[in-house]
C-alpha cells in the first residue's frame, strides 16, 4: 500500500507570504495528525482529524494557521501569513481507529525568510 | 502533564557493540510507549510500542525495549549494532491510548563506527 504522502518536501517562502501544506494519508486511515518540529526542539502536536472533523487542535500555535480536512481524505495546513518562527519540519500522520502508533509522512520541510 | 526525557542528543556506537537508548517519561495515567526511528530523508518509523501486557517489547531491525514502571522508563535496546541502524531515534508517550496525540521526546542521534 502507498505511506503517507506529504507535499512540497521543501518549501522556502518570503515572511508574510502563504504556503499550504498538503498531506495525503492512508487510504482508509481516519485518523489524520500533523505534527512540527521546530530546529533543535522536540516533535510537537498540532492537531488531530477523525475523517472530516477537528478531534483535538490543542496544539495549533495561533490563528495564522488553518488545517482542513475535506471529506475526509487529504489534508492541508496553510500558514497565512507565514513568520520566521514558523520555519520547521512538518509532518503528518495517519492511522486506523483504535489502534497504536500511527505511519509518518516524509514530512514538509518550511523555511521562512 | 506528561513528558518525555531522553538524556544527551547524541551516542556512538562500534559496529557490533550494543546500543542502549534511554528515555524516561513522566504520566500520570498508565503510559503507551513508543519508540520511533528516522533515517535520513525519511519520515518517522514505528520501531515497537508499549500498550498492555508483556513488559519486553521486540521491535523491528533487532531492537527491543522494556517497560518498567518503578523507573518510569523505556529504555531502547540491541545487542550488536549494525552501520545501518544509524539514525535518530524518538521516544514518544500517548495521552490516553489508541487514536490519541503523541508527546515526543528530543530525540537521539545515533552513529555507528565501523
Known amino acids: 500500500e502507498a505511506g503517507v504522502t506529504q507535499f512540497p518536501s521543501h518549501s522556502v517562502i518570503e515572511k508574510g507570504q502563504t504556503v499550504t501544506l498538503r498531506c495525503d494519508p492512508i487510504?482508509?486511515?481516519?485518523?489524520l495528525y500533523w505534527y512540527r518540529r521546530v530546529m533543535g526542539k522536540e516533535i510537537k502536536f498540532l492537531l488531530h482529524?477523525?475523517?472530516?472533523?477537528?478531534?483535538?487542535e490543542s496544539g495549533m500555535p495561533n490563528n495564522r494557521f488553518l488545517a482542513e480536512r475535506t471529506g475526509g481524505t487529504y489534508s492541508t495546513l496553510k500558514v497565512q501569513p507565514a513568520e520566521l518562527e514558523d520555519s520547521g519540519v512538518y509532518f503528518c500522520?495517519?492511522?486506523?481507529?483504535?489502534?497504536?502508533?500511527?505511519?509518518f509522512g516524509s514530512g514538509t520541510r518550511l523555511t521562512v525568510v | 502533564a506528561q513528558s518525555v526525557t531522553q538524556l544527551g542528543s547524541h551516542v556512538s556506537v562500534s559496529e557490533g557493540a550494543l546500543v542502549l537508548l534511554r528515555c524516561n517519561y513522566s504520566?500520570?495515567?498508565?503510559?503507551?510507549l513508543f519508540w520511533y526511528v528516522q533515517y535520513p530523508n525519511q519520515g518517522l518509523q514505528l520501531l515497537l510500542k508499549?500498550?498492555?501486557?508483556?513488559?519486553l517489547v521486540k521491535g523491528i531491525n533487532g531492537f527491543e525495549a522494556e517497560f518498567k514502571k518503578s523507573e518510569t522508563s523505556f529504555h531502547l535496546t540491541k545487542p550488536s549494532a549494525h552501520m545501518s541502524d544509524a539514525a535518530e531515534y524518538f521516544c514518544?508517550?500517548?495521552?490516553?491510548?489508541?487514536?490519541?496525540?503523541?508527546?515526543f521526546g528530543k530525540g537521539i542521534t545515533l552513529s555507528v563506527r565501523p
Open positions: 500522520a495517519s492511522s486506523q481507529m483504535d489502534t497504536y502508533g500511527y505511519t
Open positions: 487510504s482508509g486511515h481516519d485518523n
Open positions: 482529524f477523525v475523517k472530516e472533523s477537528k478531534q483535538d
Open positions: 504520566s500520570s495515567v498508565p503510559p503507551y
Open positions: 508499549y500498550t498492555t501486557g508483556a513488559t
Open positions: 514518544a508517550v500517548s495521552h490516553t491510548g489508541a487514536n490519541s496525540k503523541l508527546t
